[in-house]
């Protein structure tokens, strides 16, 4: 019988930035990841259109064995990730969010800056994150195009988009949340601009989250630590962009 596998999904191969963390932890089970190159970027679509593509890409998931999924994007996290579970009740979903709780845990007085899609900034689920931890301190940067520069690996048009968007902040802040799976990717890009600053990422967490989960259900598995790459445009340049990310 053909292994049960974890399937990871994101927009596009900002996702890797989860799978890096998760691999540390699970290096022994069976991965595929798909990248959505054909509706990249989510971050400015609507809700519904997020939820029907992700509820393809779900399917597709399931129909590769897998035996659970892990959301590696904040925006179809934010929009679509209630809907997903209400529907397929017996696979657990697992989902990245904005790190703004860790915010609250362990930096709670200094100014934050939370740097996300507008998708996602502007959700509902957000909100009431937010709304839970306030600082108070806290500006939120809808950082419009940034993603799709960063899978475009536009690296001067990034620098030019950072100077304009986030200089800023440089000296008021203390605090970056990086509320995308694509914005690990650009770190000292983010650093140059702004000095001396604590990045937030979650991707640590829900790696330890996904084994717990799999525990419990009694899904963990020592496989080959096989990881397929499924681009939904087939760009081998993706898939190779990918895997030398994730070798790095
Ligand atoms: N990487 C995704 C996220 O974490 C979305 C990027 C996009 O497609 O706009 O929000």
Redesign the pocket.
Known sequence: MENKKIGIF???I??VTVLKAILKILPDEDYIYYSDSIH????DKKDEEIINICDKIVQTLINQNCKCIVIA????SAKAVEYLRNKYTNIPFIA?EPAYKMVYDYSYNEPTLVM??K??IESERFKLLYEKYNNNKTYLIPCVGL??MIEKGQLSEIKTYLEKNISQYRGKIRNVVLG???YPLIKSEIQEVLGDIKFFYGAENLAKHLKDILQENNLLEKNTGKIQFIDSQNLTEKEERFFSILRD
């Not at 990249?40 to 971050?43: A, D, E, I, S």
């Open positions: 994101d927009s596009g900002g996702g990249n970027p989510y971050g994007c904040n925006t179809a990245i996300a899609t998708g996602t993603a799709d995308c799976t694509h």
